[in-house]
């Protein structure tokens, strides 16, 4: 009994750190969406039900359904090509060659840099009038004339959504090439000697054997994306006409611009709620297990 009273101990610190530092902001924060809490009138802070919620969904200013309609794009587009170019350089690393280390080191720096930093370079290449992008496809006779790439409604949101692929291409080469590496030989051995192609290799050796790294990484990628708005709020501010705006962009919005911490945090549960959602369905579909996790 006394040792588990010291082990309990022990643990004690880091418990109040957890419970300080993730729980207590994560109560505050679901509270707060039920509150009517604005720093233009805080001597006003009272609980208001739905409220919140519905000035969110029913909002005439921005429709709600096109803001869910852009974070599905958002998270969709850019977490397939992500994950297939991820996918594609980490086969490409696979075998040693010379300087193998000093190039994945290049390859993987973006993910080591701030994601808004990211965007305000992107921003820059993508610029309508002076950007790198519109140069290189000039002088390559790609285009005629400069293109708004961020100040375009119809290709807006496919622009950011290029920036945030080139941004996530690092984090699945690293946990894919760190996932093949534990490929045994043997296995491809095995099936080089009954015939098996490249190709069939591939489907029936390496994804299978891999697997449990495939799922944890799409599933805490998919959720890293939506809750991604640096890169979007850097490069367009949500704009042009909301064309950019997306779950994330809007709560950001509601808190620093218009102080309606309430509605902010409506945005905030509502992201969390389509998460675990997400979650559940995502980790049934996929038939994971606890040692895919």
């Given at each position: ?35 009517s809490y604005n720093l ?111 100040s375009d409604p119809k ?139």
């Open positions: 009994m006394k040792k588990d009273r010291w082990y309990l101990l022990m643990i004690l610190p880091t418990l109040a750190v957890i419970v300080l530092f993730i729980f207590a902001p994560l109560i505050k924060g679901g509270l707060m969406a039920f509150q233009y009138n805080v001597k006003d802070i009272k609980f208001i039900g739905l409220d919140n919620l519905k000035a969110v969904i029913f909002s005439t200013s921005v429709s709600f359904l096109k803001i869910l309609l852009n974070t599905l794009k958002w998270l969709v587009l850019s977490l397939v090509f992500q994950f297939l170019l991820g996918f594609i350089l980490a086969l490409l690393l696979r075998k040693p060659f010379r300087g193998r280390s000093v190039y994945c080191g290049f390859v993987f720096y973006p993910w080591a840099l701030c994601g808004f930093a990211i965007g305000l370079i992107w921003s820059w290449l993508f610029n309508g009038q002076f950007g790198v992008i519109n140069d290189l496809l000039m002088k390559a006779g790609i285009i005629q004339s400069n293109i708004g790439w961020l290709i807006a949101m496919y622009s950011v959504i290029i920036a945030n692929v080139w941004y996530g291409i690092p984090y699945f080469g690293i946990m894919l090439l760190a996932a093949l590496q534990s490929v045994p030989k043997e296995l491809y051995e095995a099936a080089t000697i009954d015939g098996g192609s490249k190709w069939q290799q591939l489907f029936h050796v390496t994804i299978p054997y891999i697997k449990p790294t495939i799922v944890s990484t799409v599933l805490l990628r998919s959720m890293w994306i939506v809750n991604f708005p640096d890169l979007i709020y850097a490069m367009t501010n949500g704009g042009p006409v909301n064309s950019t705006h997306i779950l994330g962009t809007m709560m950001i919005n509601k808190v620093y611009k218009e102080f309606d911490y309430g509605q902010g945090s409506a945005y905030g549960f509502i992201i969390m709620v389509l998460l675990l959602v997400y979650a559940l369905i995502y980790l049934r579909v996929t038939k994971a297990t606890k040692e895919d996790m």
